[in-house]
């Protein structure tokens, strides 16, 4: 009988080519578990482990084979930053973040097939999407994706200030991304900034700027209350040139790319849920196990057989199956083919199923927490780390209250929640709620 994978516990109907990367995965996730005690103490992403996915065929993961990858698709993104999880948060949030680069490349590549773009735009859009799926696939190179940063606006997650000067031969970025992960471990950062010579949306735009390029450095050191060793530092661009072959900055360029994802204006943010996911049903392994390899001296029975802890395990069964379950169905919404509902609503889904399974993942490790008791308490072991870990999704993008007032607004009045907004377009929405109160 063929091993169970990690990745199973949360899709149960992998196919034989989803099944063969998920068993690379398994493959590496020993060396991942053994030098996540360490890492996270530390405080920084393992040295070895870029060259670990690289041989594991893993930075080519979800790129399609002509251009290099493995051909895999959000469900294998997914399946990955899950059994990542089991074993080391930070190294999944990284994972994460490489990959998540890709859709730079995909969506771009998308919008093309669909003609979203004029003929004397086509060469640039498809350069561009192109040198980002080569570099992860064929060249197996690190990238990491850099949108956020620490200024907020009240109508979007993201609000873009950092500015692209255009410049003989290309671009001068400045400004800074506050939370991205891999800053000075990636070979190439995707960072969003906005043109300083269009207003509004209109002018977002993608560059890849090399890790060595003058005037880029990490931000600050990154001492999170967990994912500590994600390299998430951050980005400073003061005068940082970017060649014009290495920038997507076509007007509504990037906007037309980003309306080809399935939900969120990224296209798999999903697999940020996940990782918690897995670090949550790891915790319970963890906890789950010991308990039932301790026993009481009197009895002899596993410390997991007394009332406490039998109660323990109901309610971490019950929110184990809820995460699940809202996981399952969001991947389900945003993978399958032909689309099992119009965009807006699995925006609207996604809008609670991030939260909910964050909410689930930090209660089980919690209840791990409880299971093993003071003796299990430690700062720096599963337990440790993964409530500090699963406490990051109470916040991290967004939180469950955030959410769940997006989709109220969604659902009674025309107020949305938008993915990004650049300070001039946030000024100018602020401005027309303001009129139209008036009115």
Known sequence: MTAMLTAEHLLTDLTPDERERAARVEAILPAVRDAAQEADARGQFPEGHVKLLAEAGLLGLVVPTEYGGLGGGLRDLVATTYA???????????????????????????????GLYEDD???????????????????????????????KASNA?????????????????????SFGCLSGTADFYLVTARRADIDGIDGISLFLVARDSEGIRPRQEWSGLGMRASDNFGLVME????????????????????????????????????????????????????????????????????????????????????????LRYQVELESSDPPILPKPEVIKNWKLAKGSICEKAFAVAVGS????????????????????????????????????????????SDESWSGLTTPDAADAAAKAKTEAGRG
């Open 84 to 114: 990542l999880g089991t074993v080391c948060g930070s190294t999944a949030l990284a994972f994460f973040f490489h990959c998540s680069a890709s859709s730079r490349g995909l969506l771009p590549l998308a919008a093309l097939d669909a």
């Open 157 to 177: 997650n993201v609000l873009i200030s950092t500015t692209a000067t255009p410049v003989e031969g290309g671009w001068s970025l400045d400004g800074e991304k």
């Open 369 to 412: 927490l409880k299971m093993c008791g003071t003796s299990g308490a430690l700062l720096d072991n599963v337990i440790g780390r993964s409530v500090r870990d699963t406490a990051m999704g109470l916040v991290q993008a967004f939180p469950a209250e955030r959410g769940r007032l997006d989709l109220a607004q969604l659902l009674v």
């Open 239 to 326: 005068d940082c040139f970017v060649p014009a072959d290495h920038a997507l900055a076509v007007p509504a360029g990037f906007a037309r790319a980003t309306s080809m994802s399935r939900g969120s204006w990224v296209g798999n943010q999903i697999a940020i849920a996940a990782i918690y996911a897995g670090i949550a049903q790891g915790a319970w392994d963890y906890a789950f196990e010991r308990t039932m390899k301790a026993r009481f001296a009197d009895t002899g029975k596993p410390i997991a057989s007394s009332p406490m802890h039998q109660v323990l395990i109901g309610e971490a069964q019950t929110d184990l199956t809820d995460m699940h379950l809202w």
């Open 121 to 151: 735009e086509v060469a640039e859009v498809r350069g561009f999407a192109e040198r980002v799926l080569h570099l992860m696939g064929t060249d197996k190179r690190c990238l990491a994706n850099f949108a956020s940063e620490a200024a």
